[in-house]
């Protein structure tokens, strides 16, 4: 099986000049985990994720001490109305990962799985020869394929 034959083709995609708001409410709307990034003849760029959108817990230099960090930067317990302000002017470029696999459709789907199994992506853009995003392959369709074959 090829990864044509599993992939969503035609995934949602953003610009990297939209803002984080606007992904994060596309992300939320259309209940996706992440939004490949595109320029704008459709060529692929980076990828958003969820976990790109969220606070994450980071060491502090020199320390044992943990605390939450946003986009680089410290954030403390009264954040959510300072991450909104930066939802709104932060663009999407600033946080995308840029250091993803990419999958070919006809790549077979063992070695799509074997990447999404060994990466820290969840969601693989699958591009054409000339990168341009034509579909999109996650982990729940590998679930889903399983539980086709029963």
């Known amino acids: 099986m090829k990864v044509a034959e599993l992939m969503t083709p035609n995934p949602d995609t953003i610009g990297p000049e939209a803002t984080l708001e606007e992904a994060a409410r596309r992300i939320l709307e259309k209940r996706y985990g992440s939004l ?28 044992d001490v943990e605390a939450l960090q946003l986009f680089g ?22 946080v995308m990962r840029t250091d993803i696999p990419r999958l070919h ?22 591009v054409d020869q000339g990168n341009r995003v034509v579909g999109i392959l996650t982990r729940s369709d590998f679930l889903k394929l399983i539980l086709r074959r029963r």
Do not use: M
Not at 73 to 94: C, H, M, S
């Open 73 to 94: 930067e410290w954030v403390n317990g009264e954040f959510l109305e300072d991450i909104y302000r930066r939802y709104q002017k932060t663009p999407v470029k600033a």
């Open 36 to 63: 490949p990034v595109v320029d704008r003849e459709g060529c692929l760029l980076g990828l958003l994720q969820v976990e790109e959108l969220l606070p994450h817990p980071e060491n502090i230099p020199f320390s």
């Open 105 to 126: 459709p006809e790549d077979p789907v063992g070695k799509a799985l074997e990447t999404l199994l060994t990466s820290e992506v969840r969601h693989l853009p699958v």
